[in-house]
């Protein structure tokens, strides 16, 4: 089992930045791949970036490239997502997710989630 606790989000103005947390507790951290998911109401969990145990990364390029960078520090048992050039579409509650699988793209492959952080942009 593993614990996820997401941390970071807030109020914003457009082209501000923020950096979202997510600590994990419980099993080994550093034996899992570990992604980032957002969504908002009435729409389908959105996958935004995921990090594998060496740093290896996969990212929704449409929606976050060039934007948002995904990282991890398993010393504290902790992944980051710097999210810069913040848009009011990128409005949402963000959530961090572990995984069994190798850099999934689909919410339904990860194992653990977090109880998520709002993410709030401003125009």
């Known amino acids: 089992q593993v614990q996820l606790v997401e941390s970071g989000g807030g109020l914003v103005q457009a082209g501000g930045s923020l950096r979202l947390a997510c600590v994990a507790s419980?099993?080994?951290?550093?034996?899992?791949?570990m992604g980032w998911f957002r969504q908002v109401p009435g729409k389908e969990r959105e996958f935004v970036a995921a990090?594998?145990?060496?740093?290896?990364?996969?990212y929704n390029t449409d929606s976050v490239k060039g934007r948002f960078t995904i990282s991890r520090d398993n010393a504290k048992n902790t992944v980051y997502l710097q999210m810069n050039s913040l848009r009011p579409e990128d409005t949402a509650v963000y959530y961090c997710?572990?995984?069994?699988?190798?850099?999934?793209?689909?919410?339904?492959?990860?194992?653990?989630w977090g109880q998520g952080t709002q993410v709030t942009v401003t125009s």
């Open positions: 997710a572990a995984t069994r699988a190798m850099l999934p793209s689909h919410s339904y492959e990860y194992d653990w």
């Open positions: 419980g099993r080994t951290f550093s034996g899992h791949d």
């Open positions: 990090i594998t145990l060496a740093g290896g990364v996969r």
